[in-house]
């Protein structure tokens, strides 16, 4: 199987995935998509992380490889990777733009390699995963990520492909993240309780309902 034939297949995976002819499913994704809704998330990890550690400049370090999670996973991405690669978005794909369900107008930038939604959510998702140790907590944060994968493809603005060079990405900068914060504390890593899991997970569900009961009366 040829390169071109490879590029054929993500686009007719990209538009079994893309769009459908609800309007409840539409307005569900662009809210799973905002990053603006995870917010409750992200602070219910980071009380996790604040309740565990026993020092402020462990604490400030942790968050720090958080941050460079994003940092590496989508900025490279955003500022290098995608206008070097320069592939074209479905929504302005030449070959099957027009094919495209667009959703309340949005088409995002002209390039889409690789998705930073999927690389900034799976490299925080590994990085909390390495950090934690915690099953149920990685569970639902993977949860997390391949819902964010999907809105994207849903969306139209992301083919498959993007979406699997982004989590491999994520998960290689969640993994250097982690290796910077056991370099730094190779001896002093605190344990977490697996009780405290409970509020991520929570977080998480109660957003998801949320996002549900948002799309429902809109």
Same mark, same amino acid.
């Given at each position: 199987?040829?390169?071109?034939?490879?590029?054929?297949?993500?686009?007719?995976?990209?538009?079994?995935?893309?769009?459908?002819? *609800?309007?409840?499913?539409?307005?569900?994704?662009?809210?799973?998509?905002?990053?603006?809704?995870?917010?409750?998330?992200?602070? *219910?990890?980071?009380?996790?992380?604040?309740?565990?550690?026993?020092?402020?400049?462990?604490?400030?370090?942790?968050?720090?490889?958080?941050?460079?999670?994003?940092?590496?996973?989508?900025?490279?991405?955003?500022?290098?990777?995608? !206008?070097?690669?320069?592939?074209?978005?479905?929504?302005?794909? !030449?070959?099957?733009?027009?094919?495209?369900?667009?959703?309340?107008?949005?088409?995002?930038?002209?390039?889409?390699?690789?998705?930073?939604?999927?690389?900034?959510?799976?490299?925080?998702?590994?990085?909390?995963?390495?950090?934690? %140790?915690?099953?149920?907590?990685? *569970?639902?944060?993977?949860?997390?990520?391949?819902?964010? &994968?999907?809105?994207?493809?849903?969306?139209?603005?992301?083919?498959?492909?993007?979406?699997?060079?982004?989590?491999?990405?994520?998960?290689? &900068?969640?993994?250097?993240?982690?290796?910077?914060?056991?370099?730094?504390? %190779?001896?002093?890593?605190?344990?977490?309780?697996?009780?405290?899991?409970?509020? !991520?997970?929570?977080?998480?569900?109660?957003?998801?309902?949320?996002?549900?009961?948002?799309?429902?009366?809109?």
């Amino acid at each position: 199987m040829d390169w071109q034939t490879l590029i054929e297949y993500d686009k007719e995976l990209l538009l079994w995935f893309n769009g459908s002819q *609800s309007l409840y499913l539409d307005s569900l994704v662009r809210t799973l998509t905002n990053a603006l809704t995870w917010v409750p998330l992200y602070l *219910s990890l980071f009380y996790v992380v604040l309740k565990n550690n026993d020092t402020v400049q462990k604490i400030f370090f942790i968050v720090a490889c958080a941050g460079l999670c994003v940092l590496l996973a989508g900025t490279i991405d955003d500022e290098i990777v995608k !206008p070097t690669v320069a592939r074209w978005r479905p929504t302005h794909d !030449p070959q099957i733009g027009l094919l495209v369900d667009i959703v309340d107008g949005y088409r995002g930038g002209n390039y889409g390699f690789f998705s930073a939604h999927a690389s900034n959510t799976f490299s925080l998702t590994i990085f909390f995963w390495w950090l934690i %140790r915690s099953r149920l907590l990685t *569970s639902a944060m993977v949860l997390w990520s391949l819902t964010n &994968c999907w809105t994207r493809m849903y969306l139209g603005v992301h083919f498959p492909g993007d979406i699997i060079v982004g989590l491999c990405w994520g998960a290689i &900068c969640g993994s250097l993240a982690y290796l910077l914060y056991r370099r730094v504390y %190779r001896s002093d890593e605190a344990r977490y309780a697996p009780q405290d899991m409970n509020i !991520p997970v929570s977080v998480l569900v109660f957003t998801l309902i949320y996002a549900l009961l948002k799309s429902t009366f809109a």
